[in-house]
T-cell receptor, first 113, second 109 residues
Framework: KAGVTQTPRYLIKTRGQQVTLSCSPI?????VSWYQQTPGQGLQFLFE???????NKGNFPGRFSGRQFSNSRSEMNVSTLELGDSALYLC????????????FGPGTRLTVL | QKEVEQNSGPLSVPEGAIASLNCTYS??????FFWYRQYSGKSPELIMF????GDKEDGRFTAQLNKASQYVSLLIRDSQPSDSATYLC?????????FGSGTKLNVKP
């Protein structure tokens, strides 16, 4: 079974621009969660989507948004990029039932100049 | 108080020794407990999960869970330099997943 895929793997943007990241979950998984990881920081939870609905949300500003499509693929968007948004963005998929395992994609490395 | 607490390390052990990684959590209703390994610049990969009190062994890895003490640990036997990484403890309760900040492990040849 194919794993979680994320595109693009690397991205360079300038301040003020916006960016869209994509995540395709493992086949059969209905939940996709997004995390931000910066050097020296742990995984910061952004949001989780399940069956096209945002089910959980972390403490990030409204510049960070996401959506999920009927095939469970998910996108996250960051508008008006700031230097501090430079990070590794990870998505993780799971079946979406209670407390089951999350499997991570390889991540998208975003650099904001 | 953070939902999941881990000592950031680094924890240094000689090759062949047992590495012991610890994690505490705050939510008594937590149902599932996970250990992930993350190499520098890479994404976390699942090592093992545990649901019930006691020990669970998988090769050189043993996860230990004590729900009364709200404590999870990971033992790595016969540690190898390739085990050098950051180990993330994660705790799940219904649809919420909480990660610790990770413990950096260095295995010295």
């Amino acid at each position: 079974k194919a794993g979680v895929t994320q595109t693009p793997r690397y991205l360079i943007k300038t301040r003020g621009q916006q960016v869209t990241l994509s995540c395709s979950p493992i086949s059969g998984h209905r939940s996709v969660s997004w995390y931000q990881q910066t050097p020296g920081q742990g995984l910061q939870f952004l949001f989780e989507y399940f069956s096209e609905t945002q089910r959980n949300k972390g403490n990030f500003p409204g510049r960070f948004s996401g959506r999920q499509f009927s095939n469970s693929r998910s996108e996250m968007n960051v508008s008006t990029l700031e230097l501090g948004d430079s990070a590794l963005y990870l998505c993780a998929s799971s079946l979406g039932t209670s407390a089951d395992t999350q499997y991570f994609g390889p991540g998208t490395r975003l650099t904001v100049l | 108080q953070k939902e999941v607490e881990q000592n950031s390390g680094p924890l240094s052990v000689p090759e062949g020794a047992i590495a012991s990684l610890n994690c505490t959590y705050s939510d008594r209703g937590s149902q599932s407990f996970f250990w992930y390994r993350q190499y520098s610049g890479k994404s976390p990969e699942l090592i093992m999960f545990i649901y019930s009190n006691g020990d669970k062994e998988d090769g050189r890895f043993t996860a230990q869970l004590n729900k009364a003490s709200q404590y999870v640990s990971l033992l790595i036997r016969d540690s190898q330099p390739s085990d050098s990484a950051t180990y993330l403890c994660a705790v799940a309760n219904f649809n919420k997943f909480y990660f610790g900040s990770g413990t950096k492990l260095n295995v010295k040849p």
